[in-house]
């Protein structure tokens, strides 16, 4: 079963790409060969050329070789789930049995090898497929091993990923007590990975100590995230949907006990969203990608990485105000553009003035080829090119900003001989030309060259290894960031007004680029009028972590006031939550009309209530959770308390009650204080759902466990609990509804019929006197008369050729497959029995229990 025991969702919706999803649309024409009105992708485009052999990002010799990859189709890549229960079985066949079936085919093909396990990826979990998928559809073996790579990424055992993309968690050295943040997480494969390390590094703990925080712009893209992650059947995971450069900073200043408002713990809870790591993968043009996506070829210009520079800039910076000192963040792009690239980590750098530092991680995968990043480069702008920002202002190009350039040398300072910066506040000694830095006549600059060791960046390209192009900086917060004036657009680039800005970026709006569609109108006026808000306003994200760390009496009893305001202005309308006291809706509103004149740019973050957002609320139903705890005989000694939530108003009608993790219910402790600062778009692990058939509503209990959950809370189980035979596991899973008779173990079959009516949870008995975590159990419903599963068919075929396949080879002769009676997968599957119970609604849970109504 998927991931941890696998989420049993149908994902025909999600099926496009997972990866990729946030990329440009592909058009029936150029998709689909078959289409008479196809033509293969130009592969070329002069302006490309043009850029990069100027860019210098690889040198001369090196071009056409280059290039030749770059035109080739890209390698399947994909990750075995580290925390899937067949993680083994599955690194097995990979190894044994397809890597030795497929070698025939491939050298047929004139590949040496057909697969392989990228040998910087740890623990051979993440292989390399050589095979395009016109090869994979040719022959009986590869079609076998397409079948499987279909199956088991439906099952969410293996997940597709570009080799590149999965490097960048890999530098953030996570730990299982982390709380990491991906600021630009959709659709999630990174995230994906960061809690497989998390569950990995905890080593096979289902509820770690640490968590994830995934957050995108896009709610669409969350969404899809959201859908992905699912399959990891983490209670360790929040999903929030803010623009990352203004993720709210959390900081509450009462330092209250998780005890007063959820529990009766005393324990101290979290007063400031900080993270021990934080993944900056911040939208860009993507020409990293030109293998997978040929059609950037068609649009690719060389202005696409200009008009993302300073919003990656914003971002990353916030996510370094959002890093607890000590922390690492990773800073990715899969552009090969160095003004989305270098430029931007040397801007932070400068910005940040020593509390932040370059890693040199030449010690870490030292597997993976990588070359250093540059430390020269030109920016290009509307076919010119620029080598340093006193061209910019010669041309007057104000789309284009000192930090694009090598030094982020602002010459109108060294021109003005003035030491402040445009706005008349004193600018960061480090971006000021020194004396001794005078250039005698600004005519005379030729090249510019960074003086930072960008050398420490690193960038893959796609001949030295057959992949994608990606570009990864690690940075470690050293000390708190200095509180400094922005200088982004406006200070930079002159940009002094509202309309020079609506217009330099207008000029920038032409392209659908990565993640961020700045080529609609409204998106681009949204975007630029926030920008030129921002520059106006002179509110800088070094301004806000000032103003988050080192925060005075005043206005730490001014935020206090905003953040309860928000809450209470919440309680007016809404239901309270969390335990929170009503409050009275007119003193509420005067409170907030006060606050809001002192703390403007916080308001925008503190909206009383997330529109079209469910609420999250702690399900607190004691009646509920007793009839819950008794029914399953669930052990004092799990955390239930305060660790259920909802997303339901109505306590009367919740369907779903959610599961958090200690790290995540911290979390949403503290966004209550603030005010529910976050926009929580999914938290929790689906944990119990309420039984909604004519028989479930007559069971004792009125909550099923979900499958989702059953892997966390199964070792506390020790009611409507039994161990199952593997010969009447597998009949379970074969025929779906078994009458109690009919089992090979009349034993077992009396068992169940003394359970009581419902959700009952059967293990596979192997040697365990007790099942634990990593125990093969199903979640069934005990009928007056048989038993049923409650897994999907997809999900019962799975887990029954992996049974078969280790009891095959475990050789014990008294369980193979035949001797079971295992049928033929297709005559299995289309038999009446197919249908299961997973999602169940009152008609499936008829049509399984044939008995039901007796
Ligand atoms: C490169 S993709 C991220 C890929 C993702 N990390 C993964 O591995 O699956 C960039 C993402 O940034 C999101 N995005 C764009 N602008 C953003 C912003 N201002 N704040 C947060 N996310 C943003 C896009 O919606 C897109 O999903």
Redesign the pocket.
Known sequence: MGGRRGSRTQRKHFKQSR?NV?KRPKTESSSDPNNPAWQPFATQNPSFDEYYKEQRIVSPEEWDAFMEMLRKPLPAAFRINATSQFCEDIRSQLANDFMKSLQAEAIEGGDLEPIKPLPWYPDNLAWQSNFSRMQLRKNQTLERFHEFLKLETEIGNISRQEAV?MVPPLFLDVRPDHFVL?????????TFQLLEIIYHSAKGRFLPDGMVLA????VQ?CNLLIHQTKRMCTANLIVTNH???HFPGCRSHKNISNGSETTNNLEQSITQLLFDRVLC????SGDGTLRKAPDIWRKWNGGMGNGLHC?QIH?AMRGLSLLKVGGRMVYST?SMNPVENEAVVAEILRRCGGSVELVDVSNELPQLIRRPGLTKWKVRDKGVWLPSYKDARKLQRNGIVPSMFPSGKNYADLTNNNQKSENGESVNAEDVVQPDDTISSIDDLEEEVSDLPLQRCMRIVPHDQNTGAFFIAVLHKVSHLPAIPDKSATSQGKLSTRSELYENLSDQATEEI???EVSSVDGADEKILEVASKAEENISEMALEAADEKISEETSEVDEKISEVALEADLVDDEPAGGAPESNSSEAADKKTDSAKTGEKRKLQIQSKWKGVDPVLFFQDETIINSIKTFYGIDESFPFTGHLVTRNKDANHVKRIYYVSKSVKDVLDLNFRVGQQLKITSVGLKMFERQSSREGSSAPCSFRISSEGLPVILPYITKQILYASPADFKHLLQYKSIKFADFVDADFGQKAADLMLGCCVIVLREDHVQADALAIAIGCWKGRSSLSVMVTAMDCQELLERLSARMETEKNGTLAPESLGVLDKKQDMSGENGTTLEDHNVEAMKIQDTNASE
Do not use: F, H, T, Y
């Not at 993968?281 to 860009?284: A, E, G, I, M, Q």
């Open positions: 990866e946030w993309s991906d600021v630009c997480a959709a659709p999630g494969s990174k957050n995108d712009l896009d893209r623009e990352g450069q993968d911040v939208p860009c919003l971002i899969c990565n993640g961020l």
